[in-house]
């Protein structure tokens, strides 16, 4: 097991240093100057010069980036070139945002996928299994930015029980701000739920026709004892590999979401500060992102351990 978890911890180093190059060198070739952007194209040569070398815009680019990295590693975010604050400030503030939105959302996606895909399953090609399939395609192809503005729609201006957006912050108090995550979460959750529950119908159906289900079943265990302590168990490897996948999503692809509900989260600075040219800010949310998103597979690596004890195993031969 310890030399899986080192593989594993190599394998993300390196993936975050490969991120963290690819996002750099693209940003360095996007067309623009963001000294021309915060000052006007009308601004002096001198000034405009003046400011680049503020900036440490006048440096080497491969200067630059070890620059860059070396902030990071010493928890260093570097300022702002729009707002002229730490980018780490600027990233507390909206990580209370979009972390709880994404938590929010994995959940109920989960919660609604799982029992539902199951009951798919043990109903199979019967009245149940159909509607349920049929629900679920059409949940696939739902883009969740239009799904939002039905929810709006529908739960704000016909029916107004839940705001139609902005977040009024945590420090209002819990219920106040939790209301606010209500429908971009559903919103996010619902197309995911569809996913998922596909997926663990697949998984279910293919567990079903094992060997050990079929003696559970001769030494007289009933067909939802034997779906649950059975099947259910051995088939979650697939769900939670597409669970981590979906977090990973739900964390790094909020920017639509949260400019259809104009929440103040990650998503949305990541939008504004590609409009504004701010490439540290964008340098480090992006890299920031990606570190997230090698996390949760890692975390999802090490919940097959505990699921399929067979990985250590096979890994250490």
């Not at 971009?184 to 079903?208: G, H, W, Y």
């Not at 590609?274 to 890299?287: G, H, M, N, S």
Request: aromatic share 10%.
């Amino acid at each position: 097991m310890k030399g899986f978890v080192i593989r594993r911890l190599v394998g993300l180093f390196l993936t975050l240093l490969a991120a963290s190059l690819v996002v750099f060198a693209v940003l360095q070739i996007l067309p623009g100057d963001p000294a021309t952007l915060m000052l006007d194209t009308s601004a002096r040569p001198d000034t405009l010069a003046a400011l680049r070398k503020q900036l440490g815009l006048d440096q080497p680019a491969w200067w630059r980036y070890l620059l860059w990295i070396g902030g990071l590693l010493r928890g260093d975010f570097g300022v702002s070139y729009t707002y002229s604050v730490p980018v780490s400030e600027l990233i507390a503030q909206r990580v209370q945002v979009t972390v709880p939105l994404a938590i929010m959302s994995i959940c109920l996606s989960t919660s609604i996928a799982i029992p539902v895909g199951v009951l798919a399953a043990a109903r199979r090609g019967r009245a149940a299994d159909a509607a349920v399939m049929g629900v679920a395609q059409f949940g696939v192809a739902l883009p969740n930015f239009w799904l939002g503005i039905l929810l709006i729609l529908v739960f704000a201006v016909a029916y107004p029980v839940l705001p139609a957006g902005g977040f009024a912050g945590w420090e209002k108090g819990f219920w106040p701000a939790f209301r606010c995550l209500i429908l971009p979460a559903f919103a996010l959750a619902l197309p995911q739920a569809a996913i998922l529950s596909r997926v663990t119908r697949s998984a279910v159906l293919e567990t079903l026709g094992q060997d050990y289900v079929r003696t559970a079943h001769a030494k007289g265990l009933s067909g939802i004892a034997a779906l649950w302590r059975h099947a259910v168990p051995n088939a979650l490897i697939p769900v939670v590999t597409i669970i981590g996948l979906q977090f990973s999503f739900l964390l790094a692809g909020t920017v639509i979401i949260e400019n259809v509900f104009t929440l103040p989260g990650l998503g949305r600075l990541v939008f504004q500060a590609i409009a504004q040219r701010d490439l540290i800010v964008v340098q480090d949310l992006v890299v920031l992102l990606a570190g997230s998103v090698i996390l949760v597979n890692f975390l999802v690596d090490l919940a097959y351990l505990g699921l399929d004890p067979r990985i250590s195993r096979e890994g250490a031969r």
